[in-house]
């Protein structure tokens, strides 16, 4: 059964119970995967999914419920799980309504690519052999690990309120690692995501791949302690903002009080260097879209301007707290998996959080660095998203003396607080990538910490 | 259902398959969370869906869909077996294994099914205005999830299987503020259980604790740095035996000549006081299954035993590449998600060491307390574990309580250097991913360990 149907069916359920308020969002879904396990195909998945969640306001009282819906009936019966669910709620005080029709397009990003919906099987498997091939160098390195992932999404929000929005979208996503052979291996790892298959490049991924496992062999452990200038590329960057920046940036943190910049609108919060956006109406973003997904149309934002605080992002409860339209950020999409999504509460987030690149580029950012260290891989770049602390263990980094890489280290604590480290900003990189939900330049920071052994 | 799959099963030989199976999931679970005495969600989810999967040679095909008419059914399995062709890797042959017939009921006392969702949400209440102990609480957090899996299973071996999971959780997640800084704290309860988790749990005494400690924390220190000695509490016990060991012993990584314990067994890597074991057959505990998701029954792997590498973690396919048996570990996320090695309940075994003795011996060091999170490093065998806080250890005493750290090293080397291990072993649950997906549940644990890591925090 197709979604509208299935849509149309599970909102006459719920609407015929009563409720004051109903909204349904729906998502149907086709994934296919490629895995690669020691330089070879191993495994080839299709994937196709379709579902939705339910959301009933019953006056104050609030209920959801989601399901994999492929028949009228699993429709009907998660409709009226939803309501029921709403009348055992106790009542929200702070509820006012889900969102209103009207909201004009603002933006239209394009983010749907007919060459990644209709890949075929053969196709993935020749551009993960492609990178591959162009990763390999005689029996120095394999490739132990590798995944391709292509998707295209149609989503449909519905409300009593008016609202019937539709977006489409796709996604290619794809994470390799190399490795060299022997007593002391290194290992190499490349990401890659886009909406369209036209940015890709398996050539130049399998000879970055390389190139990484090859340096990565030569680290040694670090030793000491030493405090100076700290390059961060956009792949471990994208996670640390977001976890830092992305949640004190939420409208949801700040009434929950756990935001680091509650009551800053207007205030400086990070380096003068630094603008950042919400933009979804670029192209290149994983969750760019025309609307959100509770049907509130999306459009570029200033959040951070020259370091100052200029907004929080809001979905549309946190919106109505404070008496304000909702800005396009209620989401439940995610950057590089689109199965289950109906699973997923909406959640405060950017769409597309982008990062203004510098001046220079990535290579004279280096240079002009007289005693710093370049961080090329770190266990998780995750930051205490409450306090903004990490300890992140680096498995890869370069040390740099008078603008020069003279050391490859592994074995080491990169500690420091992300809040303190946007102040704390040294230069900014030309270069942006994307990396999930952002797209960010390479940055170098002063006062981070890099702790070793002995 | 079971007759459909066992027809796709017999579609997927003729079409080439050299070993296949076929599943149906259903996962059926209650969310309710609160936040700051406001229900925010209140949610019934059920995810429903058939997996298809055909191997050739040593390539795999997946089809999986959520459409379960015949139709759909039967060609997804084609595809499956398409997709299988396509891949065109060697391997080796899965050997036939005896065909298994059993039908497995979730052993809880209460049932999630048979609990009306205005009792479960009662509960929840009463966690989340327990946190609230003190002005300084800015935000108080309280979620609770039961999940009832079924899973049947038909595969090219004869097998049918059905069996059931069900596993409750439940968090208190406090977030303090001072005006100026904040911290949180949180308590979990969880297991393999049904709701008699929540009848036997203080829920009360469980949340005036996460915001009690959540309060305290606002005078934690910046922790040191530094290479020093570290008593781990089970839980950063449990993340040290995950992430070092665990991840690392998965046959998968041995078979790829991933892991630092390729060719390991037999070896001493650790103290003699180490011992170390998979288990997925614990009663309650959050990892326990009783077949994987290839329908081998789970079982306890010792991996190792004083100090000496024992033995790897299989699937069907990584035992079949080494000649070794099944060992109940080949796991999924959901239908929807590629099978891979997983551990289930991994923990080190209990020493004889109280905790009291371990700190006297100590001249300068951390007292690790809850651990965040891990990650696994097989290549490398390093780890990275992140601990919400910890205590400073002079002089074989306790002194300040220190914020959140981070610990790591070398593998081996961290567990040559342990020298006390406690004589009490517990475990906790959690998720573990394989890198950053396809998480599953499971537990991690052991007693307090004495070991010398670097540590730092920001």
Redesign the interface.
């Known amino acids: 059964m197709d979604l509208d149907s299935i849509m149309s069916s599970a909102y006459r359920a719920a609407t015929k119970e009563g409720p004051d308020q109903v909204e349904i969002y729906g998502v149907a879904t086709r994934t296919l995967?490629l895995?690669v396990?020691?330089s070879?195909?191993?495994?080839?998945?299709?994937?196709?999914?379709?579902?939705l969640i339910v959301r009933i306001a019953d006056g104050k009282r609030?209920?959801?419920?989601?399901?994999?819906?492929?028949t009228l009936k699993?429709a009907e019966l998660?409709a009226r799980?939803?309501v029921?669910?709403?009348r055992?709620?106790?009542v929200?005080?702070?509820f006012r309504q889900f969102p209103a029709a009207g909201g004009k397009v603002r933006v239209r990003p394009r983010v749907w690519d007919e060459n990644v919906a209709h890949l075929s099987?053969?196709e993935l498997?020749d551009i993960a052999k492609l990178i591959v091939d162009s990763s390999l160098e005689g029996d120095k390195i394999?490739v132990?690990?590798g995944m391709v992932r292509t998707a295209s999404l149609e989503s449909k929000v519905r409300n009593s309120n008016g609202v019937d929005v539709r977006h489409a979208g796709t996604m290619i996503y794809l994470?390799f690692?190399t490795?060299t052979?022997g007593a002391k291996?290194g290992?190499g790892v490349e990401s890659f995501y886009s909406p369209h298959l036209s940015g890709l490049d398996p050539t130049a991924i399998g000879k970055s791949l390389r190139e990484k496992a090859m340096a990565s062999s030569k680290t040694v452990?670090f030793k000491g302690?030493r405090k100076g200038t700290t390059i961060i590329g956009p792949d471990n960057l994208a996670d640390m903002l977001m976890s830092s920046a992305g949640e004190a940036l939420s409208a949801e943190n700040v009434h929950?009080?756990?935001s680091?910049w509650i009551g800053k609108v207007g205030e400086e919060v990070t380096s003068r260097s630094i603008t950042v956006k919400d933009d979804p109406s670029d192209g290149r973003g994983m969750l760019s879209a025309s609307y959100d997904d509770e049907g509130v149309a999306a459009s570029k934002k200033t959040l951070v301007e020259k370091g100052v605080l200029k907004s929080y992002i809001y979905d549309s409860y946190n919106a109505s707290l404070d008496s304000i339209e909702p800005s396009g950020n209620g989401l439940r999409r995610r950057p590089d998996?689109v199965?289950?999504i109906y699973?997923d509460?909406v959640g405060v987030s950017p769409m597309n959080m982008v990062v203004t690149p510098g001046r220079k580029s990535k290579e004279e950012l280096i240079a002009s660095v007289d005693d710093g260290v370049l961080i090329d891989r770190v266990?998780?770049p995750?930051v205490?998203p409450?306090?903004?602390?990490?300890?992140?263990?680096v498995?890869c980094g370069f040390i740099i003396k008078g603008g020069e890489m003279v050391k490859t280290i592994?074995?080491?604590?990169l500690?420091?607080?992300m809040f303190?480290a946007l102040r704390n900003v040294h230069d900014i990189a030309s270069d942006s990538t994307v990396f999930r939900s952002c797209i960010v330049p390479t940055v170098s920071f002063d006062g981070i910490?890099l702790?070793?052994?002995? | 259902m079971e007759d459909l799959l066992r027809t796709a099963v017999e579609r997927m030989q003729s079409a080439g398959a050299e070993f296949c199976d076929a599943k149906y999931q259903l996962r059926k679970s209650t969310s309710i969370r609160i936040v700051d005495g406001s229900v925010r969600t209140l949610t019934e989810q059920s995810l429903g869906g058939a997996c298809f999967r055909a191997r050739v040679g040593g390539s795999w095909g997946y089809a999986t869909t959520v459409q379960l008419d015949k139709k759909t059914l039967l060609e997804s399995c084609l595809q499956a077996a398409k997709n299988a062709r396509l891949g065109g890797a060697l391997g080796a042959r899965i050997p036939d294994s005896p065909s298994r017939n059993r039908q497995v009921r979730a052993d809880v006392r209460v049932h999630p099914d048979d609990v009306p969702i205005e009792e479960k949400l009662g509960y929840v209440v009463d966690l989340d205005k327990a946190q609230k102990i003190d002005p300084r609480v800015a935000n108080s957090n309280s979620d609770y999830r039961d999940e009832v899996k079924t899973n049947l299973l038909v595969n090219s071996f004869g097998s049918s299987l059905k069996w059931e999971e069900v596993r409750t959780r439940l968090i208190a997640f406090t977030i303090a503020s001072d005006g100026g800084r904040q911290e949180m704290y949180f308590e979990i309860a969880d297991g393999t259980k049904g709701f008699e988790l929540m009848k036997k749990n203080d829920v009360t005494a469980m949340g005036k604790l996460s915001g009690e400690e959540a309060v305290k924390m606002l005078a934690a220190k910046k922790p040191p740095s530094g290479y020093m000695t570290c008593i781990s509490d089970p839980k950063n016990t449990g993340t040290l035996a995950h992430e070092v060991i665990g991840h690392a012993s998965e046959a998968d990584e041995i078979v790829q000549e991933r892991s630092f314990l390729t060719g390991a067994v037999g070896k001493r890597v650790a103290s003699d006081l180490i011992t170390m074991v998979d288990d997925g057959t614990i009663k309650g505990a959050y990892g326990t299954i009783p077949f994987d998701d290839e329908g081998t029954p789970s079982s306890r792997t010792v991996i190792i035993e004083n100090g000496i590498y024992k033995g790897y973690l299989q699937s069907l396919e990584t035992a079949a590449d080494m000649g070794a048996t099944p060992t109940g570990n080949g796991r999924a996320q959901d239908f929807g998600r590629r099978i891979w090695v997983r551990m289930t309940n991994t923990f080190f075994d209990a020493g004889d060491w109280t905790l009291e003795e371990m700190i006297e011996g100590v001249k300068f060091g951390v007292l690790a307390d809850k651990s965040i999170s891990g990650m696994e490093d097989p290549v490398g065998g390093g780890f990275e574990a992140k601990t919400l806080r910890g205590f400073v250890i002079e002089n074989g005493e306790i002194k300040d309580m220190i914020r959140s750290f981070t610990t790591t090293g070398s593998a081996l080397e961290i567990l040559k250097t342990t020298d006390a291990v406690g004589d009490h072993v517990q475990l906790d649950g959690g998720m573990c991913g394989k890198g950053i997906e396809d998480f599953v549940w499971v537990s991690g644990g052991g007693p307090y360990c004495r070991s010398k890591l670097v540590v730092g925090g920001g």
């Open positions: 995967s895995y396990d020691d070879a195909v191993k495994n080839i998945e299709e994937k196709i999914d379709q579902g609030l209920g959801q419920s989601s399901a994999a819906c492929s699993e998660t799980a939803a029921r669910t709403a055992l709620s106790p929200d005080e702070m099987g053969q498997v394999k132990p690990r994470n690692t490795m052979n291996p290992e452990a302690k929950r009080k756990r680091r998996d199965q289950g699973l509460p266990a998780h995750e205490n409450i306090t903004g602390a990490f300890g992140l263990e498995r592994d074995r080491a604590l500690i420091g607080n303190d910490e702790v070793g052994s002995g």
